[in-house]
Nanobody, 126 residues
Framework: QVQLVESGGGLAQAGGSLRLSCAAS????????MGWFRQAPGEEREFVAA????????YYADSVKGRFTISRDNAKNTVYLQMNSLKPEDTAVYYC???????????????????WGQGTQVTVSS
């Protein structure tokens, strides 16, 4: 069982920065592919970024590439999303997700992630 708790959301101005954190419980964290997704009102949940268990490989949605950075600290059971050069279209609820199955694929497919946090709101004003 893995529990995920996001924090760090809030209000930012366009061009500003925020850092999201996702604290995980469970012994499988260091082996899990971790991902960040987001969902804006009236929209489907979309992939943002993912990172492998050891942190050596990352994958980003084109919309955030070059602006967002995903990282993890396995000693703290925490994954981060550093968001720079924020845009109003980044406004959404951001969710942390864990992929603990045997395949562990670095992917943006929601179906591969079997644990989800409750989400944290990010609002970017113009």
């Amino acid at each position: 069982q893995v529990q995920l708790v996001e924090s760090g959301g809030g209000l930012a101005q366009a061009g500003g920065s925020l850092r999201l954190s996702c604290a995980a419980s469970g012994r499988t964290f260091s082996n899990a592919v971790m991902g960040w997704f987001r969902q804006a009102p009236g929209e489907e949940r979309e992939f943002v970024a993912a990172i492998t268990g050891g942190g050596g490989n990352t994958y980003y949605a084109d919309s955030v590439k070059g602006r967002f950075t995903i990282s993890r600290d396995n000693a703290k059971n925490t994954v981060y999303l550093q968001m720079n050069s924020l845009k109003p279209e980044d406004t959404a609820v951001y969710y942390c997700a864990a992929q603990t199955g045997p395949a562990k694929i670095l992917s943006g497919l929601r179906q591969l992630y079997n644990y989800w946090g409750q989400g944290t709101q990010v609002t970017v004003s113009s």
